[in-house]
């Protein structure tokens, strides 16, 4: 059965199952399969359950700093960001209520935008 409340096992599943499709998408496979060594994912993997945990849940878990490596993949664009969103959306409308798909989706635009502020202000755009 599915979780019904944000937890711990809710970000488990959401980001697993964005992944898988994220790494069957023909134009964002390719970037992330490019950056993310088969043997390192089950880190980012970990790493992206840390980073939700701590942005919905407040533990605390990433101390990273996200920005750094999308202003280093070159060539990300509106397209990229658009379809990123648009598998998010799917997962967590399918994987969560919908009042903790709403959550998952206004964070995840959020960071979305500003992304794209930054990585067009890196290219004087
Ligand atoms: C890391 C791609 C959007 C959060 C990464 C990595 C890639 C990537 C390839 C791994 C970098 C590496 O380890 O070398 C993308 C693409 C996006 C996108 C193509 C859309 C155009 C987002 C959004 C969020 C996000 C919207 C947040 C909601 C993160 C975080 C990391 C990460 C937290 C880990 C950073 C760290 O190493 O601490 N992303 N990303 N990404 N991404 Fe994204």
Redesign the pocket.
Known sequence: PLPQVLDEAMIAAVVHGFYDEIRKDDL?GP??N???APQ?WPH?LG??CD?WSA?LLRTGR?E???L???L??PG??EE??R???TL?RATVHELCPPDVAVLFMD???R??HS?RLAIAFSRGE
Do not use: E, N, Q, S
């Open positions: 964002l970037v992330f490019g950056a993310i390192d980012h790493k992206m980073f942005t990433y990273g700093r996200p750094p490596p999308h280093a993949l990300l664009g990229h960001f379809r990123w969103l998010f964070r995840a635009m960071i979305a992304f």
